[in-house]
Each structure stands twice: as structure tokens, then as C-alpha cells.
């Protein structure tokens, strides 16, 4: 069985000026130094990206954009393009945030054409997934999760993935204090796994980093990693403090 290298990534959000975002990334790569088994991912505002990816150079610490448009460019006023995130020194970007789901309208089908732009420019996309409250209630997580997979990763191949990363997250456990148990996430992961495999095969199945993300912090990590399908963490508020978020990335003790 193929060994996925975790992934510990950090979501900063609409949080931190330049300033402010050059500070914590430049103390979080003296804290990961020597952090050679996981991969480091900090995805800070738009503004922070270039400024952020120069603090970092030479480190163990990538960069990754929050959201991207699907347009390399044209007459789009306020969006940021594929190219223009990878040239500002980002390896990830983020696709699909419940958020942006949320407030600003992403569907299944932008994701999708947002991945596609994300692939075309050697970028390693984090497509995220997640059931609300609600759904979750109606037990309907499952049905929710096949249609974003599904459609999300509509018209693509395996021959086309190999570098994709997907991020459940429990939309009622964003931002709440509330985390999935680890076994609840471990069931999830494994039902996204098996949906990989039927649509793709088992060595994309196997090969596809599946993050957990939802109020993630030092004290539950270690639990959630112990799961076999939790391959790292997409960590929203406990990412903005660089102590925090090392002790995140140090979960094995190392």
C-alpha cells in the first residue's frame, strides 16, 4: 500500500496584515525546522502570498492560495487567477471552502472548473467536501459527499489527480468548538476512499491525501491521526498562532 505523506495546512482566513502574516510565518519556520514526515501548509490572505512565500523560501513550510479563479485572465474584476497565485510562490490552492459555499455562492460545478485551472498550472488542489448540520441530521453526509466528489471531480481522470488532496469538512463543526470523533471522521474518510476507488481505481484511492478539518487542535490531533484514512488536517483558527499550530504539526511527538 502506497505511503500518503501527511499533511498539516493551515487556513488563515480573512485574518492578518502583511506585517502580521510574514511575523507568524517566519516564527512558524523556526518552530516546524527538522519536521522532515509531514508537509507544512499555510494559506494566508491574498495580500500575504508573495511576502509570505519569500519568508519561507528555503524552509519546510509551502504556501497555498485560499480560493482561485478559473480564468488564467480576462475582464473579471477582483478575482485572482491560477497563474498569479503559482508565481507569487503558492504550491496548493484551496478549492471549494464551505465558506465560500456558503457566502459567496461556489457550487459543485465552479469547483470543479476551479480544479481544472488548479491541475493545468502543476498546482496541488485541497478540494473541500462537508455536510451541514442539517444533512447530517437527515443521515444524509453520505449523499451529500458522493454528489461533491462526484461532481467536483466531473470530466477528470486518475491520470489526471495524482496530486489531489481532499479536505472533509463537517460544516457544523467549522468554527463551532465541535469536532467529529475520530471514528466519526475515520468512517467518512473511508466511505471518500471507496468512492475514489469505484470512480478512479484503487491506486488513485490510495494514493489521494484525505485531510480531516473542523475545530482541529493540539488536544484532539494525535486521536484523529491515529485513524488509518486521516491523511493530516485542513486547521482553521488554531493555524493563526504559530506556537499552536507547530504543536498541530508535531502531533507524533517528533
Known amino acids: 500500500m502506497e505511503m500518503r505523506t501527511p499533511l498539516i495546512a493551515g487556513n488563515w482566513k480573512m ?4 506585517e502580521e502574516a510574514v511575523q507568524v510565518a517566519r516564527q512558524l519556520v523556526g518552530l516546524v525546522r527538522g519536521v522532515t514526515e509531514v508537509e507544512v501548509m499555510i494559506a494566508p490572505p ?42 507569487a510562490g503558492c504550491r496548493y490552492g484551496i478549492i471549494g471552502h464551505s465558506e465560500r459555499r456558503q457566502y459567496f455562492g461556489e457550487t459543485d460545478e465552479t469547483v470543479n472548473k476551479r ?3 488548479a491541475l493545468q498550472e502543476k498546482l496541488i488542489p485541497v478540494m473541500c467536501v462537508g455536510e451541514s448540520e442539517e444533512e447530517r441530521e437527515r443521515k444524509e453526509t453520505f449523499s451529500v459527499l458522493d454528489k461533491q466528489v462526484k461532481d467536483g471531480l466531473k470530466d477528470l481522470f486518475s491520470d489526471d489527480l495524482g496530486s489531489l488532496v481532499i479536505a472533509y469538512e463537517p460544516v457544523w463543526a467549522i468554527g463551532t468548538g465541535k469536532t467529529a470523533t475520530s471514528k466519526q471522521a475515520q468512517e467518512v474518510h473511508l466511505f471518500l476512499r471507496s468512492l475514489l476507488e469505484k470512480s478512479f ?24 491521526m491515529g485513524m ?10 488554531a493555524s493563526l498562532d504559530a506556537e499552536t499550530f507547530s504543536e498541530i504539526v508535531r502531533y507524533n511527538g517528533r
Not at 485574518?15 to 502583511?18: D, E, G, I, Q, S
Not at 504556501?63 to 479563479?69: E, K, M, S, T
Open 15 to 18: 485574518h492578518k496584515t502583511v
Open 201 to 224: 481505481g484503487n491506486v488513485l484511492a490510495q494514493k489521494v491525501r484525505i485531510l480531516y478539518g473542523g475545530s482541529v487542535k493540539p488536544a484532539n490531533i494525535s486521536e484523529l
Open 115 to 117: 480544479l481544472k485551472a
Open 46 to 87: 491574498y495580500m500575504a502570498l508573495y511576502p509570505v512565500s519569500d519568508a519561507v523560501k528555503g524552509s519546510n513550510v509551502e504556501v497555498g492560495a485560499q480560493n482561485l479563479f478559473w480564468e488564467k485572465e480576462g475582464a473579471y474584476t477582483g478575482e485572482i487567477s491560477a497563474p498569479m497565485i503559482r508565481t
Open 228 to 237: 488509518p484514512d486521516l491523511d493530516g488536517a485542513l486547521v482553521g483558527g
